[in-house]
């Protein structure tokens, strides 16, 4: 193999040293030399050492100097397209060509009378020798060959209407569309905002061109130009702007969308202006203001629907729709109202390319800062229309505190009549317990004269009481306290006149005297009584007075072993407090619940639901409480039936009164065979809960008297007595 390709090269050096003494010695023969000419450009493409081969043997600058002193227009047009070759084959051929001289001779054979195929290779040369290369861009500058090719880019067509087919229109539209090239070159890949300063002076021209032109062979080198000069260049992006050449990308996008349902290559087509308004705008969001009068977002929507995109081109849209809707409100607006969403989500889910689900996330999150915007003014507006409201509020407010401000004065007022009301009672109330406690005093001041004078004679005595009936009877038109008082001094003057009397009429006397006490209290009430009536007082004077038993005339006297002044002082005052406190407060507690008043009781849970059902009256709380321990009960009753299930909880057994003998020995037990229903139980508990004789005891309904001991004994039995067990075992397993 090494050796086939050491072969190779020694016959690529040996032909181009041939080549190149050919070219030196058939000057006479322009034929000879494009021969050779052509022979080491297809050589230099098929071999890349080749052209570095070619450089070190001098060929290289013999071309370029054949190029300058050929006086054969064929013979310059296949030494440049030759030097061409080499250049775009090898970097070090570029550098070396890449100087003032040649360039200015390439400029020489643009300004001159040349044919367009000279002026084509010379176009060709420089575009080589700029490409990505920063001292080509420099030199074509300073050399000035860039305004002669912009200068090109001005008269290469004449006429907007292109007529391909005539050769002279499709050679001179060659030559312009490799200007348009060259200059793309010139301004960018790598960028030189210099050039793109100059470059800038086309735009009037190419959107003349755009406007008149709608054909695929003029829009794509012009958007290229446009799309290279703008990128990166915020100046020369404003320049365009304001020359209308935004406008005119959307006019003409607007057209090739209409058209692009007619025929596909329009979709294509408006895609490339589609990159080129994109370049116009992504570096200021702020232009897209301009594509909001023709209403490009629904047009770039209804694009992203075509059929014949790939997915590149769809990425493409995806971003211009991002960079349009990043600053707009009124493409975001038309974004929404087109459904641009569920187009944006589908095309994110249904994709595989990581550009284009790039470009769709870029342009979500653009709607999300626009749904963020969107709610802030809805919070500021509704911030607005709530301070509206809380104005509207704050004077209904005032004018409601004034209203209450009236009523609470009113009621402040209704407040102070009732307190003084409550102070007249509260001082009536006084009075008339002193007005009691002084008729008290002077009723034992009168029982004392009665003790007294008790020695006196009985017809004085009955005087004295028809007097005393007289006196009550006229006091009854006064009032209660006027009676007390003048039934006291009316007492005292006859009690002083009176003779002694035996010691049972005495005694009668003082339980008449108190009786008519009483009577006197009861005409309170607008009562009228008799004399005869008197002797009647309630329930529980009758309790305490009693009619003495009947004595021996000449026993002296025999006084009881209590004291009378302290007894009546004693009775009255518990006649007084009852009659006070019976009317106000025995209804208060007539009708309450016993569970609600039993307080400072020591209550648990056994006594307080006694106490509940003992009460007549329940409150809702309490009633509750009631009907849920009856519910509770039924339930527990309902499940202490069932045999079948198993109790969490013991049954409740009663206590076994035992009998025992004389002696406190227990008697023995009464004999009880297990059934066969207990026998059932027995397993059945065994096989549920183990040998948990307490547990089984307690969840199964064996006979009164039964213990565990008595189903562990029976359990072993049966056990070790298998054949007796076994048809009950069978029944069992059955179920």
Known sequence: MESEDTKKIQEMKTDLNLLLECLKYQMD???????????????????????????????????????????????????????????????????????????????LFLCNDSSTNLKRMSVYVILVLVSNNRIGQTLVRETGCIKVLSQLFRIGLSKYELNLSDKNVFQNYQLWSSVCSTLCVCVNNPQNDENQMLCCSLFPHANDWLINCIKPEIIRPICSFIGLTLANNTYVQKYFISVGGLDVLSQVLVQLESDSLKTLSNAKLAVVVIKTVDACIADNPTFGEVLSKYHIVSKLLALLLHESLDSEEKCSIILTLGHCTEACEENQYDLFKNNGLPLLIQALTESQNDELNKAAAFVLYNCKKITEKLSLSIRENAFDENEAEQLKNINMKEKTI????????????????????????????????????????????????????????????????????????????????????????????????????????RESLQNE??????????????EETTFGEKRFVSQSSNCVFKYPNPIVKNRRQQLPITDPFTLCSD?????????????????????????????????????FSKLLRSCPYQCDRHKVIVEAEDRYKSELRKSLICNTKILLTPRRRQLSNEPTTSGGIKKRRIRKNFTEEEINYLFSGVKKMGNHWNLILWSFPFQQGRKSVDLAHKYHKLSKHPKCAAPLLEEDLSV
């Open 29 to 107: 023969s322009p034929l000879s030399q494009k021969e050779a000419l052509v022979t080491i450009h297809s050589i230099c493409q098929q071999n890349s050492d080749a052209g570095v081969y070619f450089r070190e043997i001098g060929g290289l600058m013999f071309v370029q100097n054949l190029a300058k002193s050929s006086e054969h227009s064929m013979v310059k047009e296949a030494a440049l397209y030759t030097l061409g070759t080499v250049a775009e084959q090898d970097v070090y051929c570029q550098q070396t060509l890449c100087t003032s001289e040649l360039f200015e001779d390439l400029i």
């Open 402 to 505: 004034e209203e209450h401000w009236k009523k609470a004065k009113e009621i402040l007022h209704r407040i102070e009549r009732l307190e003084a009301e409550g102070n007249e009672e509260k001082i009536q109330r006084e009075k008339f317990k002193d007005d009691v406690s002084s008729m008290n005093i002077n009723i034992q001041n009168t029982l004392k004269h009665l003790y007294a004078d008790s020695t006196g004679e009985g017809s004085k005595a009955e005087d004295e009481e028809k007097s005393q009936s007289g006196k009550v009877q006229s006091c009854k038109s006064h009032g209660f306290m006027s009676k007390a008082c003048a039934t006291n001094d009316q007492m005292k003057t006859p009690l002083k006149s009176a003779n002694p009397v035996s010691a049972c009429y």
């Open 513 to 526: 005297t108190l009786c008519k006490t009483n009577s006197s209290c009861n005409l309170h009430s607008h």
């Open 571 to 607: 009775i009255i005052n518990k006649e007084v407090i009852n009659f006070l406190s019976a009317d106000s407060y025995s209804k208060m507690f007539k009708y309450r619940c016993s569970g609600c008043i039993a307080v400072g009781k020591s209550l648990n849970s056994r006594n």
